[in-house]
C-alpha cells in the first residue's frame, strides 16, 4: 500500500496497518487512511483501492464474526511490492537503521534484546515506500525466521567482521538479495575494514550509525538490491511525470507499454531520454532495453 506525497497521518496508519492484529486494528488503518487520502485526479485510483480493500475486509470480519473464528495472527505483516528485512545480532543497532530510514520510533536501548517481535516502517525514496522490518535478533528465540525468508532484500547489519559468516549460516534458506551493512562505530582503521571485506568480495556499504552523514547513498544502495529499474513516463509537449513506474531489470518498452496502455499496438512512436537512449528523444522500438532512470514518450494512432 506504498504511496506518495502522503501526510504523516496517512504513513502513520499505512505503518500501523502493517503491524496491526486484528481486522478490528486493520479497519480502523484503513478509515484514517482513506480520511487522508488526496482528494485529486492522481490519487482516484489509490483512494478506489483503499475503498475497495476496506469493503473486502469488512465483510470478511462480518463472516468470520458470524462463524465465531478468530479475527488472525498478532504479528501478521501484510508484504508490500518491496520488502527488506534487517537481520543481525543483538545490539549491532538494528533499531538505530530502522529509525534512521523510516517514519517510526523503535525503543533503543543499550541492553541485549529489546526487540521482541517484528518492527515495521517504510522508507521514503524517489517518490516510492520500501517496507522496512527489523526482525529480532538472529540469536534470540525471537528471530522469526519466516520473515526473513521471504523478504526481497535482507540488510545483514554487522559490528565484527566474524559476524557475517554466522548471520549467513543462519540465511541458507533465504530467497532474498543479501546487502552487508558494517556498523563501524567500534572500528579505529575503516581503510583496512574496508579492505579485508573488499578481498572477501562481500556486498557491503559502511555506515557509523551515530553520525550517519547522507542517507540517500544507502537508500541508493537498498533500492538497487531489489534489481528494479525507475522508468517515467511522458506525453508530448508535457513534463515527464512525478512518479516514476518501477520495473524490473531488463525491462523493454513493450513491457512499459503493457503497464500503461491496453494495445501496445497502439503505439504509433516511442521516444526515449536518459541512460539508455543514445541521444536525447531517440526513437526506439519495442524491443529497446529500458535502464534506471529512463523517460519514455509515446505517441498513440
Known sequence: MASTNQSPQYQKAASMFLIAGTDKERLHCLEEMIRECPKHKSSEKMLANLKTRYKKLKERSERIKKSGKSGGSKHTIRKEDMQAAIVGFTNTGKSSLLSLLTNVSPEITPYD??????????????????????????????????????????????????????????????????????????????????????????????????????LENLKERIFHSFDKIRVFTKEPGSKKSERAMILEVKSTIKDIAKKILKNPNMIKETKIWGPSSKFAGQIVGLSHELKDMDTVEFKTR
Do not use: C, H, W
Not at 515506500?129 to 523478504?151: F, H, K, L, W
Not at 558494517?182 to 551515530?210: G, P, Q, V
Open 113 to 214: 534484546f529489546t526487540t521482541k517481535i517484528p518492527l515495521v516502517g517504510m522508507m521514503p525514496f524517489s517518490s516510492m515506500q520500501i517496507q522496512m522490518i527489523e526482525v529480532p535478533a538472529i540469536n534470540s528465540e525471537y528471530y522469526d525466521r519466516g520473515i526473513v525468508n521471504t523478504a526481497d532484500v535482507i540488510l545483514v547489519l554487522v559490528t565484527d567482521i566474524s559476524q557475517i559468516k554466522e548471520v549467513m549460516s543462519q540465511l541458507d534458506k533465504a530467497l532474498g538479495k543479501k546487502l552487508i551493512i558494517f556498523n563501524t562505530k567500534n572500528s579505529t582503521d575503516n581503510r583496512k575494514l574496508e579492505a579485508t571485506l573488499k578481498s572477501k568480495k562481500y556486498n557491503f556499504t559502511m555506515l557509523n550509525l551515530k553520525s550517519p552523514g547522507n
